[in-house]
C-alpha cells in the first residue's frame, strides 16, 4: 500500500478530491499525512474532520532556512513512511532537500497548461488573468512531478477546458479546479498501480 502525504496550504479542496477518490476506493494508496505551513488553513480543518493526521509547521517566522524547514519535513514524511507527496496548493516551493528525497515521487497540480503559464509568480488568480489576457482559447490543469525549477517536472496528466469570452478569472478557475480534482485522482491511482515511468525526462504511462 503506498502512504501519501499531501502538502496544502489553502482551501484544500484538491486534497478533498483526494480523500474522495481514496473513500471510493479509485487508488490503492493511504492518505496517512497532511501536512500545511499554514497552521490555520482550510485544508488542516478538512483534515480535522477526516481525521487523518495532519501536521503544520508555520512557515511565517520559521527561524531556520528553507533548506532547514525542509529537512524537518522530511524527516517527517520519512518516519510516517511516505512514499508519494502530493503538493496541492502547497504555497512554497520545496527545496532539493526534499526534492533528492523523493526523485520522481513528489507530484504538484498547476491550474494551466504547462509549459504554457508556470513558472514564478504564476500561481492562484495570476495564471487565470494571463490566460484571459493573453487571449488563450483553451486552458486546462497539469499534473507534473517536482524538480528543481518551477512548475519545470515532467508531466503526468493534463486536462482542457475552454476558455469563452465571457470568462472571468473566477469562473476559469472554477471549471479549472474540477478538471485538476480529476487528473490529480487519476495521477495518484496510476502512480498507486506502478503505472508511471520517468524516461528521459518525460512521463510513460502504462496502460
Ligand atoms: C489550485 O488551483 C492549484 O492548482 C493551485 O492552488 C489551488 C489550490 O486549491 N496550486 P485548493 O486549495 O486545492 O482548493
Redesign the pocket.
Known sequence: MIKIAVF????????QALIDAQDTGLFKGKIALIFSNVPDC??MKRAENERIEAVAIASKGYPGSREEYDAEVLRLCQSKKIDLIC?????RIITSVLIKAYPFKIM????ALLPKFGGEGM??HHVHEAVIKAGEKESG?TVHFVTEGVDAGPIVLQGNVKVMGTDTPETL?EK??KV?HHIYSESVRLFCEGKIKVVDGRVRVSL
Open positions: 496544502a496550504s489553502g482551501g484544500g479542496s484538491n486534497l482550510g485544508a503538493l496541492a496548493g502547497y504555497m504538484n497540480v498547476h491550474p500561481y492562484g490543469a478557475a479549472v479546479l485538476e
